[in-house]
């Protein structure tokens, strides 16, 4: 009589679990999607946002093939990390509202967002191969890639529009 070795039991309730973390996460930046991009006064950053609200749809519908393919429900789990960073972004909305700073400081939130989830999905996809899942693989692949090709986009948005009228604005 063989057993399952723990590890791999083990390493499968991570990843549902860390599954639930980010369908959570996603599902709680479209909220905050919407919001940024009201918020934003430059045209770009505000195209941006717009943008990957509809990418963000897409991850969140990836996700839920994920989790059939594991048989399990799609169903949230409370990211207090992601939380964390809407907030924080609320607060720049509200501090700095019509400032020059204002696209400068959601800029740096939805970075903070990115960042967060490209480590989720980069996470996800590696614990996915270990187990076998490659069809989820290839899922969670084209969401890190499109979460790496927002991130970049949005270091190009800074670099060549909104921290230079930021800073012009201040002098």
Known sequence: MSKKPKQAKQLDALFHDTLKDIY???KKILGALSK????AQSDELRTAFEKHEGET???VERLE???EMIDAKPQGKTCDAIIGII????EIMKE????PALDSGLLAGA??????EISRYGTLKTWAEELGLQDAVQLLDETLE????????LTEIAESVVNQRAQEAAE
């Open 24 to 26: 959570f996460a996603e």
């Open 87 to 90: 907030e924080e972004g609320q």
């Open 36 to 39: 940024m991009a009201k918020s």
């Open 111 to 116: 970075q903070a967002v990115e960042h967060y």
């Open 65 to 67: 093939q994920v989790f």
């Open 57 to 59: 749809e897409t991850h």
């Open 96 to 99: 700095y509202k019509g400032s």
């Open 146 to 153: 499109e979460e790496k090709a927002t991130d970049e986009a």
